[in-house]
């Protein structure tokens, strides 16, 4: 009797020991945690392998955490925000009050302590620390004996898993999520210990899988969360809840295209319905796929990137193309369709001055990304996430980092918003000074940046991935033995030319895998001042294979060469039209460039621009401008007639300065269009 008592008892210590020795591997403490994963090409670096030295994305991590932090958590404890603390300290009963804000307002205040978590693991700034505490407390008071929690529903009259869009699934996903940042940041328990109560509890409410329960989730957040806290317990509970997420969505009939829940994932063909939602199941898809292996999931995954990325997708890496309504149905795969809001559209429909394109599906489709460049080690991958961030995400803050947009078009007339999410621009006051009805894109926004730096590597038994160019330093162990510490300096997005230093290498042969973007033709590189000799492929990583040794550094040139590029022409919006780009940045004509008296659609780009890059260190905190010469058409802006004669051609040439599109809305009132008409002409 007592050796049978003994049993368990030596399994959980031996158990233990394993949890222990996996938290200390290379990448357990990573953002997410594939240390262990048996179906990933690479490891993620730990949450504090990388840091950046400033540079690009080293400025915007400062100002996150000087400005952009400090400012949501100001704004967040005022009650008529719609994402507030308060409300847990209601719940709590540390407070008299009633529930205000959003059904998803509860997953707002997790990112924010996401956000802030990334950044103490980093600073081990004490305020941080002390602040994430006071709140976690908080929240841990407001949880329920059984470990439900979710204030919109404790604190009204509503019961418990009765509507999707009451969003319980997903603020409960964002505070598994978070608790598990917290956990790998700081090594405390606190948080982690309420998102093991929760995950519990949804254990015992979802995998039974009970019919009522089978659409439901709207925004799915909870896949990931699970699937993280699996990553980060190792109870295999936790993976089954996260598999079983998956499973339930269009596992009955009655689902909607509105959430993915129409069809099984497995037999989806198509991106439909709510961006956000899409993206976030996709994610939480190859979650589950890089723990089980199942191709299935893999196989529907890689449809469902092509339709994005070849039909479905703006050039800014924007994935959400209607604000409300129904794709034509015509043009689909599938009928009937449903009616949707903040939705993919059709093949091609790609609206310009009413592109949705929210935020948090943008950010959605940069980390889908990531998951799928984790799983293969496939640039293509890369190429996507690194145009949403440089692009479509970075335009959602402002240069100061205190104010937001909710939605990211690539068109704007009039100063006035043509979305009822959308704010007419920065300069009105939109800033966390003053509260917004929806948060949901500004924390979610501070996370990315505080987190990016956990994106830019990836650690194989013999390689490193260095999949982001900035200013940082790599500091790890390699899941095959033996320490590396490279050093990355570089001016880009603004300069092509990328130095890292070799500090510290095993004393073995491994790779230095070097992305080569998808624009970079004619791409070179040079170890310790000489030809590498070897091919560069663009939309590609280059395997620099040697024996690496401290003091050895490698130089990357990429050509930053100006490029005018043309949508599909099934792309009614932009037909005639040129976007322009140089590097991965993407730029806009704002209309505050244009000579006084010029109308934004009286201008025309010649097909044969010549261009010069010029930086400008006091323009919008630094940034590389283009320039050329345009035409302007005569006298076309003051007619107001719907329908015109053609004019007979441009009658003057006016000078043209284009920003990066992340920067617009940041000087006043403005106009500004990404896609340009051209003009045949050519200049002299």
Request: hydrophobic share 40%; proline share 6%.
């Amino acid at each position: 009797m007592q050796t049978r008592r003994l049993v368990p008892i030596l399994l959980a210590v031996a158990l233990s020991a394993d949890r222990a020795h996996a938290d200390d591997a290379p990448g357990a403490r990573s953002l997410v945690n594939t240390s262990s994963s048996p179906h990933v090409k690479f490891q993620n670096p730990d949450l504090n392998a990388v840091r950046w030295t400033g540079g690009f994305w080293g400025e915007r991590f400062a100002l996150c955490r000087e400005v952009t932090i400090p400012a949501m958590f100001e704004v967040m404890q005022k009650p008529d925000n719609s994402a507030n603390f308060q409300n847990f300290r209601i719940a709590a009963g540390l407070a008299e009050g009633e529930f205000s804000g959003n059904h998803w307002s509860d997953g707002d205040c997790y990112k924010l302590i996401e956000a802030a978590a990334a950044v103490y693991c980093l600073t081990a700034d004490p305020e941080l620390d002390r602040v994430m505490d006071q709140w976690i407390e908080v929240i841990a008071k407001a949880q329920e004996p059984d470990g439900y929690i979710s204030t919109q529903i404790q604190l009204t009259e509503r019961e418990r898993w009765q509507d999707l869009k009451h969003h319980e699934l997903y603020n409960m996903g964002h505070l598994l999520t978070a608790a598990c940042v917290h956990h790998r940041a700081t090594g405390k328990d606190n948080f982690l210990d309420v998102a093991r109560k929760l995950a519990d509890y949804l254990c015992t409410i979802f995998l039974p899988r009970p019919k009522e329960l089978a659409h439901f989730g709207f925004n799915p957040s909870n896949i990931m969360g699970a699937a993280e806290l699996y990553r980060t317990t190792n109870d295999a509970k936790y993976l089954r809840l996260a598999k079983t997420f998956v499973d339930m969505r269009g596992s009955a009939p009655g689902g909607s295209d509105q959430n993915q829940a129409k069809v099984p994932l497995r037999q989806e063909q198509e991106a439909v319905g709510h961006a956000v939602t899409a993206a976030y199941l996709w994610c939480g898809a190859a979650d589950v796929y890089a723990e089980t292996g199942e191709q299935a999931l893999l196989d529907a995954l890689l449809r469902l990137w092509e339709d994005v990325t070849e039909r479905k997708m703006y050039v800014t890496g924007g994935i959400a193309a209607l604000h409300a309504g129904e794709a034509d149905r015509r043009l689909l795969r599938r009928w009937p369709r449903d009616s949707v809001h903040e939705a993919f559209g059709a093949p091609y429909q790609l609206p310009n001055r009413t592109a949705y394109n929210e935020t948090c599906a943008n950010i959605a489709n940069a980390m889908w990304n990531w998951r799928m460049l984790v799983l293969t080690g496939d640039a293509k991958y890369t190429e996507v996430m690194e145009r949403v961030l440089y692009n479509s995400m970075l335009s959602a803050v402002g240069i100061e980092g205190r104010d937001f947009f909710y939605t990211n078009p690539l068109r704007r007339i009039d100063g006035q918003p043509l979305l009822s999410n959308d704010s007419a621009a920065r300069w009105s006051d939109t800033t966390p000074a003053s509260p917004l009805r929806c948060f949901c894109c500004p924390p979610n926004v501070a996370r990315t940046l505080a987190e990016l730096n956990a994106w830019s590597y990836g650690l194989g038994k013999d390689a490193v991935w260095v999949h982001l160019y900035g200013n940082n330093v790599l500091d790890s162990r390699l899941p095959g033995g033996g320490e590396i510490r490279l050093v990355q300096q570089t001016q880009y997005p603004w300069d092509g030319q990328v130095t890292i230093a070799v500090e510290k290498a095993p004393a073995r042969e491994l790779a230095l895998m070097l992305r080569i973007p998808g624009w970079a033709q004619g791409a070179t590189i040079q170890v310790n001042g000489q030809a590498a000799g070897i091919e560069t492929e663009p939309r590609a990583y280059v395997e620099l294979w040697r024996r690496w040794i401290a003091g050895d550094t490698v130089q990357i040139d990429l050509p930053m060469e100006v490029r005018m590029v043309e949508a599909h022409p099934l792309v009614e919006e932009t037909r005639n039209h040129a976007a322009v780009m140089r590097g991965p940045v993407v730029y806009c004509l704002e209309s505050v460039d244009l000579p006084v008296g010029t109308a934004l659609d009286d201008v025309r780009l010649p097909r044969q621009s010549s261009w010069q890059a010029r930086h400008d260190a006091d323009l919008l905190r630094g940034v590389t401008v283009l320039e050329t010469e345009a035409r302007q058409l005569p006298q076309s802006s003051l007619s107001t007639a719907l329908y015109r004669p053609l004019p007979a051609g441009p009658t003057s040439r006016i000078p043209m300065r284009l920003i990066p599109y992340y920067a617009w809305a940041n000087r006043g009132p403005s106009e500004m269009t990404v896609w340009i008409p051209l003009s045949n002409d050519t200049p002299q």
